[in-house]
């Protein structure tokens, strides 16, 4: 016998270091919880590794830094006018969108429905990878110590990421959302389809869970749809890039993911989110002697008299194109800024009854309403301004409640036309708004 | 008798420094895990710890030696990823050996033994992760064989390179 050991001690060894590898392994694969009682090891390894990633990382930064942020600056000038440019067109629509977001916000609040925000958001720097193309997950360099948690949504400005994997002090995985083991509940954004996003062995991301009698075209974008507890609603994840009749009666449906997952810097990990009751108190009272004076012809309110101003500007005339691209203060309050939007984008034809009541505030800004109420005195108009808003014209809402509308109370209660209206009327100057305003 | 053939008492054993044992793998890893976050495709093709296994087992010549080299480097490597521990483990523990076993019966120090060598081995790797991920963890996993001659290539030229650096450190037994 110890002849025969002996003599094959080399293959005994091997077969015995076998062995004990997958007993390991059964022992996690049969656990349900993973990871919890490797984890010490697993803290090991990452802190032999992780360290020397963090010196070259910052090491990495540092003299990318001073080159790109001292030395190299070609073009800088050119970028930056470009992005002042990117910057007023981002505000324009800023302003459609905040419109849209305060309607929607009013709906919830008569629906009842509860709300999502993100609330809090660490940044986080990716300092590695696992270093295998089937375990498709990164390292951040925030940890514990940030208060990261298992199982928090990791977002970038371009859509998801995926989700912390497992916490170390000063370092986390992140679970990429092309990993095979991810899943991720989505929405299709035009569609409305639900399913899940799920990563391939291949690295490349498909929507399951979609019946195959379904329409549903490549373009379209897929958003998180909240189901899963980790992700926000709404986040982007990608747009479909090809759909297929798959097996079980279910359509594949890749997805080119949002975000360059293989080029990943900078994240955010969503470490707090809000749910709240949606409510309309910010949005102003709208009492149904409101609405119902909507429908209504009245008079058309005077232009406020101030003692301050020697010539009391009129609404229409205080966002004077040109001047009111080069202000200063954009940040203007959202609510005020929506409700002008609303008013400029207004076709000047005859709206029905129904149409303003599903709107009801796009009468709420002060200035709005008298220069509305100028434009239903002359129908024949020129069109109005769109500026921010490209579809208004066709929109099935032409926001025409406000031409014989008193100042509901939102609006009374925000008497500040003067720096709202900049904000919405730079880029497309309208002159026949402008005459048509009263003086 | 083949000329590639060699008697146990032609054959050179080397061994290594302690920090180069242990600074060589742990080098390895740190690369592994840290250039795809620039380069992505390094991380599919290419795969330095076990290119540091087959040098190591080979240069050793003692397939104990060679099999505790790869489980030790496999286990390492399967720590950073989140599957089950083991899978690179097993896969590089039979590299070890075989690698060691060959170097003991082969000539494998010049540069188209290496190429061959690293080749068959990558391969031979690649069949047993996916073996075990399959067949034991139950990932899914694709078998491409333009895929893995490709990658097998891949890191067979890029192993000549690094045995060749890698030579240095060689101290006789």
Known sequence: MESILGRYRNLVILVGVLFLQILGLAVQVKRSSDTENTRLIRVWAVDMVTPFERVLIWAQNGTGGLWHNYIYLRGVRAENRQLKDQIEQLRLEQVRLNEDAVQAHRLQALLAFKEQFISKTVAAQVIGSSGTDTSRILYIDKGDKDHLKRDMAVITSDGVVGKVLQVFPSVSQVLLINDQSSGVGTILEKSRLQGFLKGAANGEVALEGVMSDEQVAPGEKALTSGGDQIFPKGLLIGTVTNVATGKDLFLNIAIKPAVNLSKLEEVLVVVERQERQATTEDLGRVRAADILARRLPSVPDKPPVTANSPSPAPAGSVAAPGTASRTDSPVAAPKQVSTNAAGLTKPAKSPSASESVARPQVASGSGQGRQNSTQSATPNAAPPTTAGRPDAVTTSKPASAAPTQPKPRAAQSNPAPAKVAPAVLPAQPDPANAQDSPH | ?173
């Open chain 2, 1 to 173: 008798m083949p000329i590639t053939y060699t008697s146990g008492e032609q054959v050179e054993v080397y061994r290594f420094s302690l920090p180069v044992t242990v600074g060589v793998p742990l080098l390895a890893l740190f690369l592994q895990a840290f250039i795809p976050r620039r380069f992505p495709g390094f991380a599919v093709y290419l795969d330095l710890p076990l290119l540091v296994t087959i040098f190591f087992a080979m240069a050793r010549r003692n397939p104990i030696s060679g099999l505790l080299t790869g489980a030790v480097i496999g286990l390492l490597q399967d720590m950073l990823g989140h599957n089950p521990i083991g899978i690179y483990g097993i896969a590089k523990t039979v590299v070890g050996y075989l690698a060691s076993s060959l170097g003991v019966k082969l000539d494998v120090e010049n540069a188209g033994a290496r190429l061959l060598l690293t080749l068959g081995f990558y391969l031979i790797h690649s069949a047993v992760y996916f073996t075990v991920a399959r067949g034991m963890v139950s990932l899914t996993q694709n078998w491409s064989w333009s895929r893995g001659v490709l990658a097998g290539l891949a890191n067979a030229f890029l192993g000549v390179i690094l045995y060749f650096f890698l030579d240095k450190f060689k101290q006789r037994a």
